[in-house]
């Protein structure tokens, strides 16, 4: 399971939906609530500021930023109430497509940091999802980035110096 902020947000939501609709969360076991560990369950946002409660500014918006990607449009979760009450599914949808491909792309980074892939990996997983939101005409993921930031081209630098 890959999040960003999942265990203070979408594994609570799912397990409240669970309990109100009696369904049954067997995946949500005690190694998914251990915190300090990125198996089975890796929230982003607490391995890349390594677990420190004090840092908030680690949001999806910057950290997409900071990898080549666009901001969210002014679009932010609390908005989605607002928007359903407004019958604006399709923005909805756009809203949440947009975050899985940020996380997708963020996750990328991080193994290609981590030294879990190869920067080839990286380039083909980085490269397959940008043309799959192209192809799908996903602009909320592709306006605005920066694909030599975003997918490190060859030509680029692929280790940091010191």
């Not at 756009?94 to 892939?117: E, H, N, P, Q």
């Not at 999802?129 to 081209?153: E, I, N, R, S, Y």
């Amino acid at each position: 399971l890959v999040t960003f902020r999942g265990r203070s947000f979408d594994v609570p939501v799912l397990g409240l939906l669970a309990l109100r609709h009696g369904l049954s969360l067997t995946w949500n076991t005690a190694a998914h609530r251990r915190r300090y560990t990125e198996d089975p369950h890796l929230d982003l946002a607490d391995s890349l500021n390594d677990f420190s409660p004090n840092i908030r500014d680690y949001n999806l918006e910057a950290l997409s930023s900071l990898i080549g990607m666009n901001g969210k449009n002014g679009v932010k979760g609390n908005s989605v109430a607002a928007m359903y009450a407004a019958g604006e599914l399709g923005k909805i949808h756009g809203y949440c497509t947009a975050d899985v491909a940020r996380t997708s792309f963020l996750l990328f980074r991080y193994l290609l940091m981590r030294g879990r892939i190869s920067i080839e990996k990286y380039r083909h997983a980085a490269g397959g999802l940008f043309q799959h939101c192209l192809d799908k005409q996903l602009m909320g993921v592709t306006f605005g980035a920066d694909p030599k930031v975003l997918l490190l081209p060859a030509e680029a630098p692929a280790v940091a110096t010191a």
